[in-house]
């Protein structure tokens, strides 16, 4: 009897349904030679449930998703409530999720295919071959610390952030951290800013006592404006990227552009609950609703969830070939720069599927 697996599917706002779509079709298509039954919820979350619902989230949608082996994300956030009050912007619900489900462990691969090296803003010979990690803690640091807002002093407006990091914090990420490193090329790349940032140096120093754990994994430190510098000019260099919330989110977003597309890359939230899987793209508002969107950070999503929830690394792998496989035939949506056929979202997520059904 096939094995019954509850999916979450919030596909949210801008190009996220047109995406989902694609990715709900591909584990649709896997069922059967997985031996799997998929049984999906679809609930909105974002700007699709402020236009609802009057928030970013209903806590049902929080129950729902804990009570599930996965959750699909599209993506979240409009411009028309970027003048919403914190509380009722799209982006609430994202990070609401993060820390309901405690998923503090954010993988985020870099993986450049053979046939976009010529679509990376970068030389060839500095590109090529391209294989990196980003491990991002995802539940602490200035997105979630406190005191934060904008509050009055003598007539005068004050924002507030706090960056803070328990040591537990770090060192259940460093470990996860580690680990990945021994299953690829065993170097880790510790990313602070500990010359200015005490949470720096408290990171630094907790990432270091964790290294003693693992001798055959490479260790080094790196401050923030230097790694920014190194991925363009020798993203080569690093194999397993170490770093908090905010630096996370902006250097994964830098790496995902030498890849030729942030269209691309998928990205895993892993913890204590139930695991989430979105692309690393937005909403992208402008081409919503017109079949333009590339579904291929869907469909990589897809693929981590089968690997990484669902122990099917094998599936996962086939999924990527075929990617690379489709791309190689020339077809490809208007934000990969390549010589070929320009497809829409459907036919080139239609074509990855075939591709996939074909090998599993």
């Given amino acids: 009897m096939p094995k019954l697996k509850r999916i979450v599917t919030l596909p949210g706002d801008g190009i996220g349904p047109e995406v989902m779509t694609q990715g ?11 031996d799997m039954e998929f049984e999906f919820s679809e609930d909105l979350v974002g700007g699709a449930c402020l236009r609802e619902y009057n928030v970013p989230i209903r806590e049902k949608t929080y129950t729902k998703c804990k009570n599930a082996d996965a959750v699909l994300l ?9 003048n919403n009050p914190s509380h009722l912007r799209p982006e609430k619900a994202l990070l609401g999720l993060r820390g309901e489900l405690g998923v503090y462990c954010n993988l985020r691969p870099a993986q450049l295919y053979d046939i976009l090296v010529d679509a990376s803003p970068l030389k060839k010979e500095f590109i090529e071959g391209l294989d990196l990690m980003v491990v991002r803690e995802l539940c602490g640091g200035l ?7 904008i ?4 007539n005068k407006r004050f924002g507030i952030s706090t960056m803070t990091y ?11 951290a580690f680990e990945l490193a021994r299953l690829r090329r065993g170097k880790v790349t510790s990313v602070d800013k500990a010359n200015v940032l005490s949470v720096s140096q408290l990171w630094r120093a907790v990432v270091t006592e964790v290294a003693g754990d693992y ?10 404006d230097n790694c920014a510098m190194q ?8 194999d397993v990227i170490l770093t908090e919330n905010m630096f996370g989110d902006i250097l994964s977003d830098e790496a995902s552009q030498l890849t ?14 139930t695991p989430m899987y979105e692309p690393v793209h937005g909403t992208a508002p402008d081409i919503a609703g017109k079949d333009k969107a590339n579904p291929i950070a869907m469909i990589n999503s897809v693929a981590m969830l089968l690997h990484y929830s669902f122990e099917r690394p094998e599936a996962a792998k086939t999924i990527s070939t075929a990617v690379e496989t489709v791309l190689k035939q020339g077809y490809h949506t208007g934000d990969i720069q390549i010589e070929g056929k320009l497809v829409g979202t459907k036919e080139l997520g239609g074509r990855i599927i075939e591709e996939t059904v074909k090998n599993i």
């Fill in 215 to 224: 001798p055959d994994v490479k260790l080094e430190h790196m401050l923030v």
């Fill in 260 to 273: 030729g597309s942030i269209g691309m890359l998928p990205s895993a939230s892993l913890g204590d609950g």
């Fill in 166 to 176: 328990g040591e537990d914090e770090i060192r259940r990420i460093a470990i996860k």
């Fill in 231 to 238: 991925l363009v000019r020798a993203p080569k260099q690093f």
């Fill in 151 to 154: 509050e009055q002093r003598k």
């Fill in 24 to 34: 709900v079709a591909l584990l649709g298509a896997l069922a059967n030679s997985l």
């Fill in 74 to 82: 599209g993506a979240v956030g409009l411009p028309e409530y970027d």
């Fill in 143 to 149: 997105y979630f610390g406190q005191p934060s807002g």
